[in-house]
């Protein structure tokens, strides 16, 4: 309802504003395509109510408008024909480029003649006006307008054709239903910027668009695709007002913002997706300022001879841009240049009126265009100069899928068509989004959404020679492709003009300094990479460190005790040699066992002093190399346990020594009690495998590793520090007895020195284990576990060296020392020097 009440408003409006007629042809036909151009861009209207009337006569549109007629006029005179028997006709309005007036021009062909009142929507109204003689409607050029013309041919299912129109908007087949266009729409334009922005390496762009159908969506679009794009970063988006060239006072302000804002910037690239009109402010208060710059040129004006022609335009820096695929309309500038072929139209004759024929000269300077202002005839090989090859292709197309769109309705041959002329627009809606053909060579056929399958030329203005070159194209179902030698050039540069960088050495990354899209190259930090390229510094995990270039990240080589390592090897071969050392003394103890001297150091018990030793020194072994879960178990553990073997040994040795020479009757009889030898080893050691087993058990020694900065030590733990201390102090506390024993015993007659030699073994190894504490807390690293085997050796050695090698020595080279006699008169000798008498039994 709310529809037909704007109709009947809009009617009356129309009937009797007062404003002046639109510019109008009509060729009568069975079947009429209407057409909306915006012949005139300026209109007069203001924030008041009255007749607005149109300025600005655009040649542009005039010859697009030509194209239409021309296109018709082929295809009525096309042998054989397209539509037998049939004649197109056309019935083409002046839009002003104004919504308003586009309006008014739309009903004027909806109701198919000249009488506002019959556009009235009748009292039994339908779902939608009635079915009107135009089957199709070719424009507007303007989204914006084609917008408005679209909502109202809907209702009567007219088809719409533009050739121009780009936004978006207009491909929402819910809102606009009967809409299509033989250009592609801004969402690949937009994609297609973009990937330009990508192939170039430009890293910094700046956007200009405006609040119109066409500008807003476009830069809308702009602005998503790009921040896609992680390494693109966007100075800043300016949106200017629709009507920026009609407003002077605010054009002003607005031309001095965007001149600041593009001034300061460092921007590698300006895109300009606005009108024409308002690029020409823009560019002509660019050339003033002086400003140097490059820009992209949205389809609306990337071929803009008014543009390219501005005095000084060569000043303004780069430009390229994108343009719907731009061809030649056949025989079109020969039927221009043939004084359009005797034919005649309104439109046509309105603009000789202005600009009558003459025979100027044109051509005589080569690379000099020719230009229309200020001449007071026209000269046909100039005006043919000015035909464009997109706009006026696309219109071309337009025509000639509608006349598709007919031959397969009316079920047409060469010869005659089946069906009547009695259809429905709907019905050629319908047939026409089915068309698939080529027309010269060009490939048209339309999507779901009213989309045909057309790509953009890739044009950029060679200011030197004062033309536009094509340099690549952009195809929406494929990528862009630009001159190899070009993309070379642009991608090669590493800083801009603005002295920021784009791209940076391995181990560096680009960071953001003053301005809000240039960068500066920084060194990574450590353990941080950067492969190149301004790629952001990327942390390296816990098991890699960067390289010395911080490029990539390495692996950390584990680090520990290697076999190779000198001190290991000095370490390997002392431990062999203890080992060798200890067979030996167990040859010679064993084949002097029942001997005195073996006797004197406990019997059998240095047999089983002589087996810890020999383990003793076999763990040494377990501190090389990488650890493993055994060798974490079997070094300090075993050590404790076969150490306190040793210890328990010992003592039993010197409390038989005590015993031997003690001639207090009430002291000897406890030390007597005391001197078990076996018990005494089995509970010394025993409380130290109490200890360790449950060490072994449930807190054992394992291997781990520490994260150092360019490697990974390898060590092991040691368990529950608690039993670790535990037996390094009871270790400790068994050697402190046994120093004090031995230390009593020295006063004895000891043909063997056994209590002097032990009380010097045990004080070094009192000495060694007070030194190594220390050490061993201050000291990281893989030489750790050296230090902890060099303990163990200088601990067995002390033992093999101080307690047992002086009685292989004897054994070997004093064997006459080794018997009762000997030791008989040494004791008797050492009693008489202190004048006691030696009691015989």
């Not at 009609?246 to 913002?257: C, F, I, R, T």
């Not at 460190?545 to 290991?568: A, G, T």
């Not at 608690?722 to 031995?742: K, R, T």
Request: proline share 4%; with cysteine; aromatic share 10%.
């Amino acid at each position: 309802m709310s529809l037909h009440l704007f109709f009947i408003i809009a009617a009356a409006f129309f009937s009797h504003s007062g404003e002046s007629d639109l510019l109008h042809a009509y060729s009568p036909g069975d079947i009429v395509i209407g057409g909306l151009f915006p012949f005139h861009i300026q209109t007069d209207r203001n924030t008041t109510h009255g007749p607005s009337t149109c300025s600005v006569f655009d040649l542009a549109s005039f010859l697009q408008s030509q194209v239409m007629i021309y296109a018709i006029r082929e295809i009525n005179q096309r042998s054989p024909r397209v539509l037998p028997n049939i004649t197109l006709g056309y019935d083409i309005y002046d839009t002003c480029g104004d919504v308003g007036l586009a309006i008014r021009a739309t009903l004027q062909l909806l109701k198919g003649h000249s009488d506002p009142q019959s556009c009235l929507v009748p009292t039994n109204f339908q779902s939608a006006l009635p079915d009107s003689n135009t089957k199709a409607v070719i424009g507007e050029r303007h989204s914006e307008v084609s917008i408005a013309v679209a909502r109202v041919v809907a209702l009567s299912s007219v088809t719409q054709i533009s050739y121009a129109s780009t936004s978006e908007l207009l491909s929402r087949k819910l809102k606009f239903p009967t809409f299509l266009r033989t250009i592609s729409s801004d969402e690949y334009q937009t994609k297609a910027i973009t990937e330009l922005v990508e192939k170039f390496n430009w890293k910094s762009v700046a956007i200009v668009g405006s609040y119109d159908e066409y500008g807003k969506y476009g830069s809308e679009k702009l602005l998503d695709y790009l921040r896609k794009m992680k390494d693109v970063c966007i100075e800043f988006i300016e949106i200017l007002p629709g009507y920026f060239s009609h407003n002077d006072h605010q054009a002003s302000m607005k031309q001095d913002e965007l001149v600041r804002k593009i001034n300061e910037s460092s921007a590698e690239a300006t895109i300009l997706f606005t009108h024409e009109s308002n690029v020409e402010i823009i560019m002509r208060a660019v050339i003033r300022h002086k400003l140097n710059r490059t820009w992209i040129a949205s389809d609306s004006w990337s071929t803009s001879t008014k543009i390219a022609t501005l005095p000084n335009i060569e000043s303004v820096g780069q430009v390229f841009g994108f343009i719907s695929k731009r061809n030649e309309v056949p025989g079109f500038k020969d039927y221009v240049l043939s004084k359009f072929s005797n034919t005649t139209n309104a439109i046509l004759q309105h603009y000789l009126q202005q600009y009558p024929l003459c025979s100027r000269q044109f051509g005589k300077n080569q690379g000099t265009r020719c230009s229309l202002t200020n001449i007071k005839c026209l000269d046909l090989k100039c005006l043919a100069s000015y035909i464009d090859q997109d706009q006026s292709y696309n219109i071309y197309l337009a025509v000639q899928v509608i006349a598709e769109g007919l031959r397969h309705l009316l079920k047409c041959d060469s010869n005659h068509c089946e069906r009547s002329l009695n259809f429905t627009a709907l019905e050629l809606l319908l047939e026409i989004k089915k068309v698939n053909f080529t027309v010269s060579t060009t490939r048209i056929d339309f999507d779901s959404r009213g989309e045909p399958s057309l790509g953009y030329d890739i044009v950029f203005w060679d200011m030197t020679k004062a033309s536009i070159e094509t340099i690549g194209e952009y195809w929406p179902r494929g990528k862009i492709e630009v001159s190899g030698d070009l993309v070379k050039q642009m991608s090669s540069v590493q800083v801009t003009a603005f002295n920021c960088s784009k791209t940076c050495k391995p181990g560096q990354e680009l960071k953001r300094r003053g301005k809000t899209c240039c960068n500066n190259c920084v060194p990574c930090a450590d353990r941080d990479f950067s492969p190149g390229n301004g790629e952001k510094c990327k942390h390296c995990t816990r098991r890699m460190y960067s390289s010395p270039l911080k490029d990539r990240c390495v692996d950390k080589k584990d680090k520990y005790l290697e076999w190779s390592d000198p001190f290991i090897i000095i370490l390997s071969c002392l431990s062999v040699f203890g080992i060798v050392a200890v067979i030996v003394f167990l040859v010679l103890f064993t084949l002097n066992h029942s001997t005195p001297i073996v006797k004197a150091v406990g019997g059998y018990l240095c047999f089983l002093e002589l087996l810890s030793l020999l383990v003793c020194f076999c763990l040494t072994f377990t501190f090389g190399g990488k650890p493993s879960r055994a060798s974490c178990k079997l070094g300090l553990p075993l050590f404790g346990i076969f150490s306190s073997l040793c210890f328990s040994c010992i003592l039993a040795n010197l409390l038989q020594i005590l015993v031997g020479f003690n001639f207090d009757a009430r002291i000897g009889l406890w030390i007597k009690k005391l001197n078990k030898p076996a018990v005494i080893v089995v509970i010394i050691s025993g409380i130290q495998v109490a200890l360790c087993v449950p060490w072994l058990l449930f807190y054992p020694p394992s291997p781990a590793e520490e994260i150092l900065t360019d490697s990974i030590l390898k060590q092991c733990t040691k368990g529950r520090q608690v039993f670790f201390l535990a037996m390094i102090g009871y270790s400790a506390f068994l050697a402190l007895i046994c120093f004090l024993f031995a230390y009593k015993g020295k006063q004895l007659p000891d043909l063997y020195k056994n209590a002097s030699l032990i009380s010097t073994s045990m004080m070094l190894f009192l000495i060694i284990w007070l030194l190594f504490i220390p050490i061993y807390i201050s000291m990281f690293g893989e030489h750790k576990r050296a230090i902890e085997s060099s303990a163990i050796l200088i601990f067995s050695y002390s033992i093999l060296g101080c307690h047992l090698a002086p009685k292989c020595y004897i054994m070997v080279f004093r064997k006459e020392l080794n018997n009762e006699r000997a030791i008989t008169e040494y004791i008797r000798k050492h009693y008489e020097r202190k004048d006691i008498p030696v009691v015989k039994s």
